[in-house]
């Protein structure tokens, strides 16, 4: 069965950097399609980035995020990135990885002011 597993969260000050990491199994993943969505407080969940299927695949971003984030993934580790810059307290959430219908479990972004 799909199986992603979230990692990389944690707490930060305003204008630091995270990467968070998704470990993908049970389906072909260098011919998928991934995502980062996001979930704040009292808030609903939010596309965040996505990166097709080819190696070096294109990539979309959120308008709040774009020049601050990175999508990009290693086929060879089945494993999707998301490089977090100039974090702001605004990207406080659970940061979930997305493939298809399936969610990993989230990772807890927290940034202070």
């Known amino acids: 069965q799909v199986q992603l597993v979230e990692s990389g969260g944690g707490l930060v000050q305003a204008g630091g950097s995270l990467r968070l990491s998704c470990a993908a199994s049970g389906f072909t993943f260098k011919y998928s399609i991934m995502k980062w969505f996001r979930q704040a407080p009292g808030k609903e969940r939010e596309f965040v980035a996505r990166?097709?299927?080819?190696?070096?695949?294109?990539?979309y971003y959120a308008d709040s995020v774009k020049g601050r984030f990175t999508i990009s993934r290693d086929n060879a580790k089945n494993t999707v990135y998301l490089q977090m810059n100039s974090l702001k307290p605004e990207d406080t959430a659970v940061y979930y990885c997305n493939y298809n219908i399936n969610w990993g479990q989230g990772t807890q972004v927290t940034v202070s002011s």
């Open positions: 990166i097709t299927w080819a190696s070096g695949g294109s990539t």
